[in-house]
């Protein structure tokens, strides 16, 4: 591999997430009347590229319960979907996507993906697989989403935040992450291992 790279050119540039991130400028599209932001302006380059056009705009009723299962999890209720549809106000949606941010289900549903990465549980594993309680570091996970902590402290606190200097009790908590892979009580080793072990190192 490393010889075919070389006869390639052997091309190098940094890794991805080393690079300093410039905004770029949006392109130029032809339907101008089409974008609302700079972002729409990408999608729609990319698709005039292709011959396409965008979809029609979605009903309120569908906007509604589509963002509200994004952002949280949950469908809108009764009460919420009447007060969007009832809301004339051009900037109607826009207010909606903000609410739905401040929610503390906003929290948990971006919580999802990191606890299961994080291989969260409440039993231990293994044969016994009995129970441990790790609620107090599952909510510090939802807390910090929902309080947009950046996510380099996000990560130091939960790898070292009991070393940290005048480490406080959240960030003790936080540390919990480093108890979420599978345990057992064996507390001795065999001897036919201790032997293995021992000739191997010799």
């Known amino acids: 591999m490393l010889r075919q790279w070389i006869a390639q050119g052997a091309k190098y540039a940094e890794h991805w997430s080393f690079v300093v991130p410039h905004r770029p400028e949006p392109p130029r599209v032809k339907n101008t009347a089409w974008p609302k932001n700079a972002i729409d302006r990408f999608i729609l380059a990319r698709l005039e590229a292709a011959g396409l056009v965008p979809s029609p705009e979605a009903h309120k009723l ?5 963002v509200t299962l994004d952002l949280t ?14 809301d004339q106000r051009p900037d109607a949606y826009e207010r909606l996507v903000d609410r739905l941010f401040t929610s503390p289900h906003h929290g948990e549903r971006l919580a999802v993906d990191w606890l299961d990465a994080a291989r969260f549980a409440d039993t231990n594993g293994y044969h016994i697989d009995n129970g441990r309680d790790m609620t107090r570091w599952r909510e ?13 402290q996000f990560t130091i606190e939960q790898l070292a935040g009991d070393l940290l200097p005048d480490a406080t009790l959240d960030q003790k908590v936080a540390s919990g992450f480093n108890r979420n892979h599978m345990i057992n009580f064996e507390g001795v080793r065999s001897p036919k291992s201790i032997t293995r072990h021992t000739s191997s190192t010799g």
């Open 62 to 66: 569908t906007l509604i319960r589509r």
């Open 140 to 152: 510090w996970v939802i807390d910090s989403f929902n309080r947009n902590k950046p996510f380099d």
């Open 73 to 86: 999890g949950l469908p809108p209720t009764p009460a919420e979907v009447d007060a969007f549809l009832a």
